[in-house]
């Protein structure tokens, strides 16, 4: 079983995303480049974890922007969680940070 959390923001930036989760939940973020992703943060928790912060808006091959989760297109930024097991403690800290919503869970 994997769990899988999205939550968004719109009052914080990616950088401040990376500062703020990574003292709730004592994670090193490192820089990724992608070109489908364009520039994000990925940090790895417990086995099998891992916290990525990524803009909503990417960079697109026609020279416009396009949206990593366009079904919620007026978050400029996302957290994505995945864990092997549901972390309720993760969740609840994660839920303290003013401004970031909870906007999609699945597990798979």
């Not at 417990?46 to 020279?63: A, C, K, T």
């Amino acid at each position: 079983m994997t769990d899988h959390h999205t939550y968004g923001t719109s009052t914080h930036t990616a950088d401040d995303l990376v500062r703020l989760v990574g003292a709730c939940l004592d994670l090193v973020f490192t820089e990724r480049d992608s070109d489908y992703r364009g520039v994000y943060h990925l940090a790895t928790t417990s086995p099998g974890g891992r916290v990525e912060i990524q803009p909503n808006p990417i960079p697109g091959d026609d020279g416009e922007d396009d949206l990593y989760a366009p079904e919620h297109p007026s978050t400029q930024v996302l957290l994505l969680t995945t864990t092997p097991v549901p972390d309720p403690a993760m969740q609840a800290r994660l839920g303290s940070i003013e401004g970031l919503v909870h906007l999609d869970h699945e597990t798979v």
